[in-house]
């Protein structure tokens, strides 16, 4: 399985180890919308999103979504709560289409989990979610609303053209009309620019300077 291959996770595997893998994966295709799983669900497989958009949400009593994280291709998703073998502590949908690969974690764990490349694998994944977790703590905790654009803008440079105005607000855990002031801000800076598509960044040095100052 090629893409498998290419994905760090399994960049370690043989070829014989890879076509022993495909043996114990499915490859599915999701619309947006579509839900990867639900909060309690138990998790059954190892899930490898190759293309796309998933975002992590919890709902409160009102139904009302809140987002915790986007996550964007590639990457494994949920992978401590299959490891674990506790329930999905929040639930997963796409937000563009996309393709995950789902492994039947019990035969992967009977098959591969002795291997320790594969071993070593899930360490570096779970050292990148811990990573992710310090820099969504230093954004939403030590730097105020101009940083935090700056820099979320700054290490995510595609992101304008990824996400509507209202998700990237809701990665930055602020309102959308602060964020929306905050990249009029920019452009009268000459930070960015506005388009007909969006704001395009035009300045990314003067965004770091922005969020190094802090």
């Known amino acids: 399985m090629p893409i498998l291959k290419d994905f760090y996770f399994f960049e370690d595997l043989s070829d014989g180890e890879c076509s022993q893998l495909l043996e114990i994966s499915k490859r599915s295709s999701y619309k947006k919308g579509s839900v990867l799983f639900f909060e309690k669900e138990e998790p059954t497989q190892l899930l490898v999103l190759i293309e796309g958009v998933v975002k992590i949400y919890k ?15 590639p990457t494994i998703i949920a992978e401590m709560a299959v490891l674990e073998q506790i329930p999905y502590p929040a639930s997963a949908s796409f937000e563009t289409d996309g393709t995950v690969i789902a492994i039947d974690y019990a035969k992967f764990k009977k098959e591969f989990m002795n291997d320790p490349k594969i071993a070593f694998s899930f360490v570096k994944s779970l050292s990148r979610k811990v990573k992710n977790l310090e820099e969504v703590i230093e954004l939403n905790i030590v730097l105020d609303a101009t940083a935090r654009v700056a820099k979320y803008l700054h290490e995510n440079e595609d992101i304008l053209n990824e996400l509507k105005n209202y998700q990237l607000a809701d990665d930055l855990h602020m309102t959308p009309e602060t964020l929306s002031r905050t990249l009029k801000k920019f452009s009268v800076l000459g930070l960015l620019t506005k388009g007909d598509n969006g704001y395009e960044i035009t300045n990314k040095e003067g965004l770091r300077i922005l969020f190094d100052n802090e």
Not at 59 to 73: P, S
């Open 59 to 73: 709902t409160d009593l009102k139904n009302n979504e809140i987002v915790l994280r986007r996550f964007r291709a």
